[in-house]
């Protein structure tokens, strides 16, 4: 077995029509993970508010490395405007929170639904407006601890989508 480098590897650079809405995220580091990470498993666009940390903080630049410039983004000011303007694209706001209408990751069936937005609420309030939202999802978690890191629920999240939506081949779009 050989370890590879960057060098060695080449992905299939796909795109889904995966939207993320950070809303009201504070910590540079989350930001730049954001980018990373969304980068990573073809997201077409981020939203921040316009009070997050700039793309030209110099935490959110080491964070997030090259990605910044390879994933279009945005700002908003008005939560519930954007959020219903996404709405009226025809896009399904799904929220990454815990509630008591959530539903188990796993158990939700994103290939159902043609443009997906994933809702990050910021780092210690949650989502703004939860009833803005068509749906919440919860990852299980098995320790007494009932929250994990914003940016690490977003990863998961983003897993489990692209492998529902990747056996969908028509749902997604920018092939290679």
Partial sequence: MKQLSHENVENIQQKFPITIVCDAIRTPENIGMCFRISESFGVEKIYFHENSPSIENRKVINTARNTINQTDHGYYNNFSSLINSLKEEGNTII???????????????????????????????????????????????????????????????????????????????GNK
């Fill in 95 to 173: 929220g990454i929170e815990i509630t008591d209408k959530s539903i188990n990751i796993q158990d939700f069936n994103f290939k159902n639904h043609e443009k997906i937005v994933l809702l990050l609420g910021s780092e210690r309030n949650g989502i703004e407006n939860v009833n803005l939202v068509d749906y919440t999802i919860s990852i299980p978690m098995y320790g007494r601890n009932s929250s994990m890191n914003v940016i690490h629920s977003l990863a998961i999240t983003l897993f489990e989508v692209t492998n529902q939506i990747k056996a969908h081949p028509n749902l997604t779009k």
